[in-house]
């Protein structure tokens, strides 16, 4: 047996603090390296991830309190977008609930509007399948009476081409209520809009229909709009209460978990499915067990953007931005941290 093997996840044991000290060696000289060039080392990802469940959280949530001390908040004292006005005491309060609970879902819906400017890019542009059919193309339209795989994920080049996706992209009032939660001025680093789809009866694990938590960056905050009607039939997200903190030890490990171990560890009313009317939309630090639940019919359209405390973590493509609005522009000089990953 090979020495990485014997103090793997499952057979740590008496080198548990070395396994630790480790990561967080390789963590530390990940992070010098990502201030210098902006590029995490993969193996730095990798020791990121592990000390989470190494730690139980308590690495991220340390490197979330020295983000709050190098990167204050922007000054916000009120705020207007598509969760509404919003003031300083209604984001404490919704920041409250996601600290509580791991999500909140919101009053406010995006509009009939926006929901249809959104479902034009999907239906419009070519999607990658998730998974790859075997033998078959690996992106196509999405054709509910063709369906070929369980997702389709339109790539974020495709997205960026529209001005519905770079107004969300720099829509202050997500930028404040993640800002409130994180503590810190947060970075715009993923924004995404994908098809579920009743492709086949079993959970698929590359479309996220198994538990599992995510961990791409240290601290971030994912806001997730239904733009299809989500009943219990329609594939809804499924969070776990509470779970964005502290895990049972039995669960304390990266990877896919079935639905029958997580029920060995939390009742059923911890369980939260997300149902709701089409322009629905949640917030949920997804550090927390989730997943899609397997859509029996219909489907599910659904758009996502992601802020978090650095990009520090997974690798993702810049976003160029030389024809984009000039409100949207202006917006990227004035929160330079928050867009550092979109370039003229």
């Not at 995490?40 to 190494?54: G, I, K, N, V």
């Not at 490197?63 to 300083?88: C, K, M, N, R, T």
């Not at 009742?267 to 149902?275: C, E, I, K, Q």
Request: charged fraction near 20%.
């Amino acid at each position: 047996m090979r020495f990485s093997q014997l103090i793997s996840s499952h057979n740590r044991g008496v080198f548990a603090p070395l396994w630790l000290l480790g990561h967080a060696c390789i963590l530390l000289a990940g992070a010098a390296i990502f201030c210098l060039t902006r590029r995490t080392p993969r193996y730095s990802e990798y020791s990121m991830r592990e000390l989470f469940c190494l730690t139980n959280g308590r690495s991220n949530e340390l490197a979330g309190s020295l983000s709050g001390l190098l990167h204050q908040p922007y000054d916000l004292q009120g705020v207007d977008g598509v969760l509404g006005h919003l003031e300083s005491a209604q984001l404490v309060t919704i920041a409250a609930d996601i600290d509580a609970n791991g999500y909140h879902v919101f009053e406010t819906m995006l509009n009939s509007t926006k929901c249809d400017e959104l479902a034009r890019v999907a239906n419009d542009s070519t999607a990658v399948l998730v998974p790859t059919p075997v033998g078959g193309p690996k992106a196509a339209k999405y054709d509910r009476e063709n369906l070929l795989a369980t997702r389709y994920d339109i790539s974020q080049s495709a997205m960026f081409e529209h001005p519905i996706c770079q107004e969300l992209v720099a829509d202050r009032s997500f930028l404040a209520v993640a800002q409130t939660y994180l503590g810190c001025q947060p970075v715009s680093d993923l924004a995404a809009l994908w098809w579920t789809a009743p492709h086949g009866k079993a959970p698929d694990s590359d479309a996220a229909q198994l538990f599992h938590f995510d961990m791409d960056r240290m601290r971030f905050l994912k806001f997730f709009v239904y733009l299809s009607d989500v009943g219990p039939e329609n594939g809804p997200h499924c969070f776990i209460q509470g779970s964005h903190k502290r895990k049972p030890r039995g669960l304390s490990r990266d990877g896919r978990i079935s639905d029958e171990e997580i029920h060995q560890y939390y009742a059923d009313a911890r369980f939260v499915n997300v149902y709701g009317k089409r322009g629905t939309i949640f917030a949920a630090d997804t550090r927390g067990f989730h997943k899609g639940v397997v859509p029996t019919s219909g489907d599910r359209l659904i758009f996502q953007i992601e802020y978090a405390n650095s990009l520090f973590g997974a690798r993702y493509d810049t976003i160029p931005t030389g024809e984009w609005s000039a409100p949207a522009r202006a917006d990227f000089r004035r929160f330079k941290r928050t867009f550092e990953r979109f370039v003229s």
